[in-house]
T-cell receptor
């Protein structure tokens, strides 16, 4: 079975500081990994994905994520946080090599960026 | 402007009543999904469909039903058998059938959800 852990329910950071939202995963075979963002009463918006290749993936709005196979992690990062980045962030995983075709989501991390 | 439209935005259900949530997409996507979102639990898959006239149960299908008669539409019915229906329901779609492994890495696109409450 595949699973995703987002160990922090909430992350607080000051505007202009770097931010990290953590994600670890468990999946059979190689993973496809995704980050999504959700604003209040809205659907999820795709930020970035890791499929294969370069471990550092760049996405929308200045976000990036680093895939670490040995630590089974895919942490989301941004060098300089904005107040407008405050939202709920979800990490998701599915297997790249079959064994199921469903996307599994983490429980989400609320990011709060303060002035 | 392509996207996914969910309606209504808010819905109230009476005891013993079935209600249907609408999901329409004009992205020409083959696969469509329904998720339920509860606070602190992330998204849980209810049903998904990889092609017209076909659908499979997800992790929490009990008390729900779906149909996929048209490529662009995937309505979800919350039946009276679902005893705790209060939640935020999200519909999503993706470009290709998931069995096509060359395309299975495409992200899912989401609608803006329907919030269902009990009267």
């Amino acid at each position: 079975a595949q699973s995703v852990a987002q160990p922090e329910d909430q992350v607080n950071v000051a505007e202009g500081n770097p931010l990290t939202v953590k994600c670890t995963y468990s999946v059979s075979g190689n993973p496809y990994l995704f980050w999504y963002v959700q604003y209040p009463n809205r659907g999820l918006q795709f930020l970035l994905k890791y499929i294969t290749g370069d471990n550092l993936v760049k996405g929308s709005y200045g976000f990036e994520a680093e895939f670490n196979k040995s630590q089974t992690s895919f942490h989301l990062k941004k060098p300089s946080a904005l107040v407008s980045d405050s939202a709920l962030y979800f990490c998701a995983v599915r297997s790249a090599t079959g064994g199921g075709n469903k996307l599994t989501f983490g429980t989400g991390t609320q990011l709060k960026v303060e002035l | 402007d392509g996207g996914i439209t969910q309606s209504p935005k808010y819905l109230f259900r009476k005891e013993g009543q079935n209600v249907t949530l609408s999901c329409e997409q004009n992205l020409n996507h083959d696969a469509m999904y329904w998720y339920r979102q509860d606070p602190g639990q992330g998204l849980r898959l209810i049903y998904y469909s990889q092609i017209v006239n076909d659908f499979q149960k997800g992790d929490i299908a009990e008390g729900y039903s779906v149909s996929r008669e048209k490529k662009e539409s995937f309505p979800l019915t919350v039946t009276s058998a679902q005893k705790n229906p209060t939640a935020f329901y999200l519909c999503a779609s993706s470009p290709s059938p998931i069995w096509d492994r060359g395309q299975g890495n495409q992200p899912q696109h989401f609608g803006d959800g329907t919030r269902l409450s009990i009267l």
